[in-house]
């Protein structure tokens, strides 16, 4: 049971009595606590949970905007304390105060930093328990075999009380000796546990078949996460697919509401891996083939990563992909790319943008300095005599600076950082849309989302979600893919017969 007083928002002052073993926080209709009210504008739709782990409460981000945070310190997951002060959404959000917990748990003392004595009772003696000589433990195994003795001492006692060889308790005691340690040290459990078994001398028998079973109950629980997470995407699948081809406007935002709680679910689970088995957790991130763990790769670049990239994205990125590759010409663009890199990613490095955004260079003209668009568009980075204009370009009778490639590429650069600095640095995708269709094009979306209920919000001008809603021109959404097909193309060149330019 956790108990909690509103210290903010529109319902500062209400008390909440928590006794359930998941309580889900956010803005959506589908949570148990729900935080919609205007005042309440930094509380995402599916914000974060409180969950009961070993018998504790414990908080966790569900892919929130703006975090979660306790006692002034942003989390992905913590336990929560009497007097703790959780926040959802940082300093404007929502703040709450934990009043009181169930029943206390017993505090352990923290042992000697270099050298632990233990007195371990022997369960194994015949009649009351007897004392084993102490045993100097060596300091990486200090943790670990103090939470060993004690779980065998435990499991003994238990055992005495019920009047036979089986408490019921076991496997609970064993539960909570294995998260402790892995809270304090981190270590692997199998070669941990054998060193422990080493150290705790005569009670190593019992010790020995505890942590074998304490592993095996880990184990059994990190897989059943891997298999719920598992269930989790193949859903974020199936909801994907429902989205592109459903046309009601009402049934495709039940269809994003639903994506946006199974995507937290999915991030919960993951995160409860990694507390778990950081390795496991690393290798299901990294699942995908390589095309899609490229695509992931230039997106954290930006700061643009999305739990789940839609499935009708990643197939129109692979076909632009294959017909470049299909290309005749390819090599011949990619020589011409490679003449004005240079220049390029000095005038992109100045502004700080990453040279991926170059790109648009190949999918307007490619690398064409002289080309002429029937809009009467010019120059390599086809910019209309009204825009040069505007960077500071001279475009008149006599001169025309767009064919000047110096000179139309550094306003480029300072285009896409306008672009960014009105959009947002993690908006990259928003800003080459925007360069394809028009800044006011996207502005006009952007605008049309914010007569809706909370559209104002990060996450309602995201990318990805005007992608998945449909709100974008069909040709900006395939223009994206398009850009970010090159930057796959050219950053593997050996694997597209692509050689880098050999030193002049």
């Not at 943790?143 to 779980?151: F, G, P, R």
Request: net charge positive; hydrophobic share 45%.
């Amino acid at each position: 049971m956790v108990q909690l007083t509103f210290l903010s928002g529109a319902q500062t002052g209400r008390q909440l009595r928590l006794d359930r073993s998941v309580i889900r926080f956010g803005r959506s209709e589908d949570c148990d606590i729900r935080l919609d009210d205007p005042q309440d504008l930094m509380v995402s739709s599916h914000h974060a949970e409180i969950v009961v782990e070993d018998g504790a409460p414990v908080v966790i981000d569900t892919g929130s905007t703006n975090g979660t945070w306790v006692n002034g310190l942003k989390v992905v997951k913590q336990r929560l304390q009497p007097g703790d002060v959780l926040s959802l959404g940082g300093e404007q959000g929502v703040a709450l105060r934990v009043d009181a917990l169930g029943p206390a748990r017993p505090v352990r003392a923290k042992p000697d930093p270099r050298q632990a004595t233990l007195a371990v009772a022997n369960p194994l003696l015949s009649g009351t328990a007897g004392k084993i000589p102490p045993i100097l433990v060596p300091q990486a195994n200090v943790t670990a075999a103090l939470v060993a003795s004690e779980a065998a001492i435990k499991v003994a006692s238990e055992r005495a009380k019920a009047g036979g060889p089986n408490s019921g308790l076991t496997m609970d005691i064993m539960a909570a000796a294995v998260v402790q340690v892995q809270q304090s040290t981190r270590l692997h459990a199998s070669r941990k546990w054998l060193r422990v078994v080493a150290a705790v001398g005569a009670a190593g028998l019992l010790v020995a078949g505890i942590m074998g079973a304490v592993i095996w109950k880990q184990h059994r629980e990190i897989n059943r996460l891997v298999s719920m997470k598992g269930v989790l995407d193949r859903e974020i699948e199936q909801v994907h697919r429902a989205m592109e081809r459903e046309t009601d406007e009402g049934r495709l935002a039940e269809l994003e509401q639903r994506l946006a709680q199974l995507s937290g679910t999915a991030q919960t689970t993951l995160v409860q891996v990694a507390q778990r088995d950081r390795s496991r957790a690393e290798a299901l991130l990294n699942e995908g083939d390589e095309l899609e763990l490229a695509i992931k790769r230039i997106l954290a670049k930006f700061d643009a990563t999305t739990y789940a990239i839609p499935p009708l994205f990643k197939e129109t990125l692979r076909r632009e992909v294959d017909l470049l590759a299909r290309a005749g010409n390819l090599k011949y663009i990619y020589s011409r790319r490679n003449r004005h890199w240079p220049l390029i990613t000095e005038a992109f490095g100045k502004l700080g943008l990453p040279e991926e955004m170059a790109y648009i260079a190949w999918a307007e003209t490619q690398f064409d300095a002289e080309k002429v668009s029937p809009a009467g568009a010019r120059g390599m980075w086809q910019m209309t005599a009204g825009t040069a204009m505007e960077l500071g370009l001279r475009v008149d009778d006599q001169v025309d600076e767009r064919l000047d490639v110096d000179k139309q590429t550094r306003a480029a650069a300072r285009k896409l950082a306008n672009l960014l600095s009105v959009f947002g640095a993690d908006s990259f995708m928003l800003a080459m849309a925007s360069y394809n269709s028009g800044e006011f094009g996207v502005r006009r979306v952007l605008v049309q989302v914010a007569q809706e209920k909370d559209g104002f919000r990060k996450e309602k001008r995201d990318f990805w979600h005007l992608y998945r809603m449909r709100k974008l021109p069909q040709e900006t959404m395939d223009y994206v893919p398009r850009v970010l097909a090159v930057a796959v193309i050219c950053g593997e060149p050996k694997k597209y017969g692509l050689e880098p330019p050999e030193a002049k």
